[in-house]
């Protein structure tokens, strides 16, 4: 099956700082989702981004298909971006929804 | 418009127990699956359920089974439970043919402790 390799697995930032989440995928997906998971254990939906680049805000992603790799970045953190952050994908293949492959994500601490 | 709710938000039960999760899928959803995410770990697919049946299945043992009902709920029954099924457990759901690739939008989350 699909393995979703993501990195660093740890981050720890000062407020106002950048960063750059990377998630690799060991073959083709045909969605893919960033997710923030909140201390409370929540999944916050960030971006479906299975090709091309999207922003919102303080964040943008970025997913380049044909090299099976999506990168998430984050600009000007701020201590409430603190929490674990997955990158998940689902196989190619048509009828139901596709189930969503996990990344291990990526622990982002941002300190005042 | 409300979101993918989850109830109970906590449950503890003894080893052997048996334990039923419940999900309401977001409003304008039919499609709702299941996943465990066990501490530290990202979440693992175990079953979805679309048209009241099971559709896909991860790899979990027949003691995880599930139901979805006419109004697209659905619930998560754990048989025989073992310390080892201590998890968040997530319910998340989706639209077929959303014309975006059937996004999966997440609940909660219940904590199951197996004592």
Redesign the interface.
Known sequence: GIQ?EQSPPDLILQEGANSTLRCNFSDSV??L?W?HQNP????I?LF?I?SGTKQNGRLSATTVATERYSLLYISSSQTTDSGVY?C?G?GLGG???????????TLLAVQP | DAGVTQSPTHLIKTRGQQVTLRCSPKSGHDTVSWYQQALGQGPQFIFQYYEEEERQRGNFPDRFSGHQFPNYSSELNVNALLLGDSALYLCASSLIGDGQGNIQYFGAGTRLSVL
């Open positions: 979703v045909n969605n989702q997710f409370w254990g929540q999944l939906n479906y299975p997955f998940a689902g009828g139901a929804t596709n189930k969503l492959i996990f990344g291990t994500g």
